[in-house]
């Protein structure tokens, strides 16, 4: 007769096996079904993807390739060369004045009183806080515990005033 | 993929259960109904006669066989333990009649002659309901007529999802008048045996540069986007917003005022100049001006965000259109204007009492949906062998690609997504059912998909620690083609329920949707260097070409420059509205 202790391992990989076989039939269960049911993802089509992807980085990756000289265009694909600010000229819509496109923004910014002045008496009625669709409620983000006034804002251009202070977009038009 | 099981087809029956079911129907298996039992919350169904019965085999008397089988004809338990013996089959080869035998602890049917689950539509739905008795919900909208059991899972109709009465779907081919009305009226294409005559110059309507005026590169990216996204560009190409008309019709012309604020006239405005032909770079100034107006906020002309334009345009465009119709429209309908029609799906979100069961749904209209990197995966790329594959880690999000552990992926953001998440303790949900706050699992899923998904990837990282911003620059991998069936509020919630036959929230029961989520992808808002200081570039995909559009500068680029690109917006269009350019033939 073995010794309790053995007894005890011998018991507790006897249960420890039955637990395993149980948990392996479940799974093979699961995946029978899905697959007999129709519900298995099509995943020669994803591996396809993620191939094509990692082949795609190889190759920008690689110095030999001449790949996209960044923002160094020669012509465009209809022959046109284009200067690095935009020199079309048209008038200020807000003063008339004649600008240059590319310095349109900092002009208009100006020109606008930087957005305070800019609201016309008309373009926003009361009604327009408790628009579903405005930006304070639940349109875009979906993991509410996620800090929700978090915000995914990348800029553009030259650096403004810097650090983490970013509008969190409400467009009440309030002031 | 899961319209197929939505209650039409059947998975092929093996000629025994056929058979038993022509025997005795599907009485049988209702009658196991009483024997289901189900750990909350929305644990495993199991069948058991008492709830505390202990099954062992009838024949060996072995209680821990990892399967055991009930036989449905006379609720005689047998193990089944191949290559040992199967007393489950022997009981079935001896008597005829009872080849279907039942799992007891997986309620799954089993053909004991063939050796093999097989299942049964009446059997899946007599255990879901049973399911379902756990999980009554009083969904927040109303759902008048559906019996208290049924309405949280089987087609309980947000009240923003009422029936629109549908047209099937029948493909179109002209008749031999028409065939000779389209020649008369036709364009001939060059003839494909002549290849060199097609000037490398036939572009693409509508590519154009858009000039920057001044750090507005996240405003040229996305208005490319919006540009060629199929549905919008459709409307306004059709007039369906004449802006002469709408701003005669608002009073403009007369009175002090030039133009009435309205972001749709100038975007229509904006098609009609990128679409006319012209190739030289146009400028949106006035775009610029009108939505500076709009959003008086972000007027100003540093540091912009081209996601918070998106909506913020999306918004403008809506709210000109709400104050001039006097009837409300249900949100989410996608009836309120074209923005909404184009961009608007409505998602839905499940909370489930881990002590009762009890679930309550909410359902939230949506533009885009904004999706979380992955938490650092640490040293990505190495030990992706030693990588768990297991759905409970909530670290590991390699699901379905053994090799590319270490990879973001965007399916592996939505998966995400819709995982079930347990809050934590400090966000206890009040239970209706239990009357007091209880810890809960919540799970989003996608109830109806719009015509045009806008994927926003959250690149942004903040660390009130060290009180700064960063970006996050990890890859992204975004399939080409993507099918957002798993997404789905049925798919999701058939998989809560153990993947079994039987329609659920969201299928629907005609073939005409069977393609509706699949997508393609049209256009991709990347975005390099820093948070503070970066450019935007929006790379289009026309005619199964792929385009650069860096400000005024519209370059071809090859597959291989888009993939490898950093995502920011990937925008996806249904496919059945996505246009490819059909395969020229070869010349001879």
Known sequence: ?175 | MSSKINGNVSPQQCPHLLDFRSRNGSKPFRALQDCIRVKPPGGRAAIRREPSEVPGCGTCEESSRPRLYACVACAAVLCHSPPLHSHASTHALSNPGHEIAVDVDRAELFCCVCRDQVYDRDFDSAIVLAQSINAIATATTSTSGATAMQCNVAGSQPENLRKRRRVDYRPWAPDSREHVIIGNHSILLHDATNASLISSTELPRGLRGLNNLGNTCFMSSVLQALLHTPPLRNYFLSDRHNRYYCQQKNGAFNGTKNSILCLACDMDAMFSAVFSGDRTPYSPAKFLYSWWQHAANLASYEQQDAHEFFISVLDGIHEKVEKDKTKSRSPGSGECCIAHRVFSGILRSDVMCMACGFTSTTYDPCVDISLDLEPNQGGSGKSSSAKSHSSCNVEADCKGSNQNCGISTLKGCLERFTRAEKLGSDQKFFCQKCRVRQESLKQMSIRKLPLVSCFHIKRFEHSSIRKMSRKVDRYLQFPFSLDMAPYLSSSILRNRFGNRIFPFDGDEQDASNELSSEFELFAVVTHTGRLDAGHYVTYLRLSNQWYKCDDAWITRVNDSIVRAAQGYMMFYVQKMLYYKASEKQAAS
């Open chain 1, 1 to 175: 007769m073995s010794a309790p202790n053995e007894d005890n391992t011998q018991l507790s990989s006897h249960f420890f096996g039955d637990l395993l076989d149980s948990i392996i039939v479940d799974v093979a269960s699961e995946c029978h079904r899905i697959a007999k049911v129709g519900l298995d993802r099509n995943l020669e089509e994803e591996e396809e993807e993620l191939r094509l992807s990692a082949q795609a980085r190889a190759s920008v990756a690689d110095p030999s390739n001449s790949g996209e000289a960044n923002n160094k265009y020669v012509v465009d694909i209809f022959g046109q060369t284009h200067p690095p600010v935009a020199n079309e000229i048209f008038k200020c819509m807000n003063c008339g004045r004649s600008i240059a496109a590319g310095r349109f923004a900092p002009h208009l910014e100006k020109c606008m009183g930087k957005g305070r002045k800019a609201r016309l008496k008309v373009t926003r009625s009361s009604t327009a806080a408790q628009n579903q669709y405005s930006r304070g409620s639940p349109v875009s983000t979906y993991s509410s515990y996620t800090n929700s006034t978090s915000t995914s804002r990348l800029s553009n251009g030259t650096p403004g005033f810097a650090g983490e202070e970013y509008s969190n977009g409400t467009y009440e038009g309030e002031p």
